[in-house]
């Protein structure tokens, strides 16, 4: 395994990725690596199925709210985990979350992903698969996937 300069973790603020968090700082503060925290907002995602016309400054309002929203969780579930911790980037992206995350690791040549197993809804796993199966398989790099304690099975 090369040196980790670079760490990409994914997040959708779900209690999953909020625990996930966690093992990403402690890994980037161990290696002094970079670490981009992602949030993709999916855009139109499920629009495509339905015909439906959202006026641009209702969709602007949105935007807004969204935003707002990631900010705030941002403040809330990241912020306090990083502690003194500086060498960080937050970064919002719109488009399909698997997608967005695997150009966005080519672009920076991050030398690991790192997730949580579960996002927030159900359904979207159902309809579209997981987002981070589609990362495991398509990444140009190693992807550690960190399971939720309460998303534990026993076998």
């Avoid at 625990?19 to 629009?47: C, M, N, Q, T």
């Avoid at 015909?51 to 709210?65: A, L």
Wanted: charged share 25%; with cysteine.
């Amino acid at each position: 395994m090369g040196k980790i300069k670079k760490i990409l973790f994914c997040t959708d603020f779900s209690n999953n990725s909020n625990w996930a968090f966690s093992y990403a700082v402690d890994l980037a503060k161990i290696y002094r690596a970079f670490l981009y925290i992602i949030h993709v907002i999916s855009k139109g995602e499920y629009l495509d199925h339905i015909s439906i016309y959202i006026p641009p400054d209702v969709y602007k309002k949105i935007e807004e709210e969204n935003e707002r929203y990631i900010n705030e969780s941002f403040k809330e579930n990241c912020l306090p985990q990083l502690g003194d911790y500086k060498d960080y980037e937050f970064i919002i992206k719109q488009g399909t979350p698997f997608v967005e995350i695997i150009k966005f690791a080519k672009e920076k040549k991050v030398d690991i992903i790192m997730m949580g197993t579960h996002g927030k809804t159900a359904l979207t796993h159902v309809l579209f698969g997981s987002t981070a199966e589609n990362v495991v398989r398509k990444a140009p790099c190693p992807v550690l996937t960190i399971r939720h304690p309460s998303k534990q099975i026993d076998i």
